[in-house]
């Protein structure tokens, strides 16, 4: 910032002025949940923005490898927004595990000691993991994420409570079942059971009363916030009249974070482990708590959009539309019950086909079975075990068809970087968790013969591209020319219209390239090439292309990005 002598200067204000800048240029850049470019991150593995509160509650790092706390924390995920890394990336909406505090203790099952480092091990749902930051970090990175025109999805788990350990009770008898183990044959073999052995089963179908667990009521009163913590409980039971079962409890307090923070959605793990109407119930008190928000707030909410909720049916794939097979043939429909999306299982066996054989399949599924609905589509996750290109070699390839697909993305840290998705020495989950590399972006790192660097520039301008036009995961998609591949985009919604064209496997040994429009836009349009960055004029329903990387990305120049 320079500031001239003969006047007076004021940084804060400066600051202020820069962030509702930045805001009013993000707000013109359009979003719907059904094209967002969604970025899933560890907390724990992606950034450590202040080392101090690296190991709390007498925790060790004295794990099997890779299952120890490693340092990422929320002020790291802040830190990389500021630094522009994910507007950089096209992301506009950021996913991240569990913050909530976990056990204090760790397994010890077979695989050696394991910390609740991934935050699916709930212990108090109403306070924040010291590991992870506090209160105010969390709400420093929602604001911080908002004046970047960027969501936040927070993961949230209502089905299980964490691992009883020697330091960590389990919750009561009312509260969670311990047996028997899930067999997934039908509805009542994955809903009526734990998942694994000692993780308890909260008591999600039963209206029966509980009282508070005794431990957590000890902890409240050591904290100083036991009354405030009842006088709250007492208002939301009689505000909404449900009984004081299990599943209540936790919808308020999952709840409270977005009425407190103006959290925008729900990733909802382990989904069809619960009876699905219990979504619908969360999704109501989610809706409210959002709506309140935004009224209270008017000049930091991005938009007047509802809460949104993506949900985990673990094996779901677009391809079975909405009705999901539970087993023995007992189908359970998720889009009826609070969800506007489901992650989608499919496309990592899908990206083995061509191009079109995915996109023309997607955009068919999404308009007939789908329609109204949409999918986060993925390639490699924190639990998926057999994620395409495990071993790095078509880091490109799974960019392009991951951010060109149909439907929504979900990029996990470090796709776009190349990420390591195994160790050695480690175990199960764990190999696909190692930490962020951001090393490999500070210098020329080299792996399986492409550079680091090149790799995450392929999927900014994917990313951005997807992000400024809503045609790539709305849009109508029609082939038109098998080689190269040439396909174009068309979408129309409530007065919004967006085009786009694309080129891929380009050939590259000329230096100007003419090439038809196709009637995707008129003489006089100004499109970029969102992938080599330059701007043409459509001249004769043609372009003279100066084609880079054997893709091109046409779509009109947007005010935000003129701006």
């Not at 509650?57 to 890779?66: E, S, T």
């Not at 990422?72 to 909406?93: H, M, P, R, W």
């Not at 064209?501 to 090439?529: A, E, P, W, Y």
Request: proline share 4%.
């Amino acid at each position: 910032m320079v500031c001239l002598l003969f006047f007076a200067c004021n940084p804060q204000e400066q600051k202020e002025k820069e962030t509702q800048e930045t805001k009013a240029k993000m707000d013109q850049a359009p979003f719907d949940w059904g094209n967002a470019n969604v970025y899933f991150l560890l907390t724990d593995r992606f950034n450590n923005g202040n080392p101090a509160n690296d190991l709390q509650f007498d925790r060790k790092p004295d794990g099997a490898i890779l299952r120890n706390f490693m340092g990422g924390d929320l002020k790291g995920i802040t830190q990389k927004i500021e630094s522009g890394y994910f507007n950089d990336l096209g992301v506009n909406a950021i996913w991240f595990t569990p913050p909530v505090e976990q056990i204090h203790g760790h397994t010890d099952e077979g695989t050696g000691k394991t910390y609740a480092y991934h935050g699916y091990w709930a212990r108090d749902w109403t306070a924040l993991d010291p590991n992870f930051g506090t209160v105010e970090d969390l709400k420093e990175l929602v604001e911080v994420a908002h004046q970047n025109g960027i969501r936040i999805l927070m993961d949230a788990v209502l089905n299980h409570t964490g691992p009883v350990t020697p330091i960590d009770s389990q919750w009561p008898d009312g509260w969670v079942r311990v047996d028997p183990t899930c067999t997934f044959e039908d509805i009542e073999s994955t809903v009526e059971c734990t998942l694994v052995d000692n993780l308890p089963d909260i008591y999600t179908g039963k209206d029966e009363p509980v009282a508070l667990p005794a431990f957590l009521v000890e902890k409240w009163k050591d904290e100083g916030r036991y009354e405030q913590e009842i006088k709250e409980l007492d208002a939301f039971f009689e505000r909404t009249g449900y009984p004081r079962a299990p599943r209540f409890y936790i919808i308020k307090w999952l709840t409270d974070w977005v009425r407190e923070m103006g959290i925008d959605g729900f990733r909802v793990d382990t989904a069809k482990h619960t009876q699905a109407s219990v979504w619908k119930e969360l999704k109501a008190e989610a809706l409210k708590a959002l709506a309140e928000w935004k009224k209270n707030n008017p000049d930091k909410k991005l938009d007047d959009l509802p809460f949104f909720m993506t949900g985990e049916v673990y094996n779901y794939s677009l391809h079975v539309g909405q009705e999901f097979d539970m087993g023995n043939n007992e189908k359970v429909n998720f889009f009826n019950n609070g969800f506007e999306s489901l992650i989608n299982f499919g496309l990592k066996t899908d990206a083995e086909k061509n191009y079109e054989a995915i996109f023309s399949t997607y955009d068919s599924i999404l308009n007939t079975s789908l329609q109204g609905y949409s999918v986060l589509n993925y390639l490699s996750s924190h639990d998926d075990s057999s994620p395409f290109d495990r071993e790095r070699q078509r880091v490109f390839e799974a960019g392009t068809k991951l951010l060109l697909c149909p439907g929504s993305s979900q990029i996990y840290y470090g796709d776009e970087t190349a990420r390591a998705l195994s160790a050695d020495s480690a175990n199960g989950d764990a190999n696909l968790r190692t930490f962020m590399n951001w090393a490999d972006l500070e210098s020329a790192t080299v792996k399986n013969g492409y550079e680091v660097k090149n790799v995450l520039s392929h999927w900014q301008k994917l990313g951005t591209f997807r992000k400024y036009h809503l045609a790539v995961g709305l849009g109508r998609h029609t082939m038109l020319q098998e080689e190269p591949y040439i396909f174009k985009r068309e979408y129309a919604k409530d007065g919004v219209e967006d085009n786009v064209l694309v080129v891929l496997d380009l050939d590259q040994t000329s230096d100007n390239i003419m090439m038809d429009v196709f009637g995707v836009f008129n003489d006089g349009d100004k499109v970029k090439d969102y992938y080599s960055g330059k701007t043409y004029t459509i001249n004769n329903g043609k372009i003279t292309l100066q084609p880079r990387g054997g893709i091109v990305l046409l779509g009109k120049v947007k005010m935000a990005e003129a701006s």
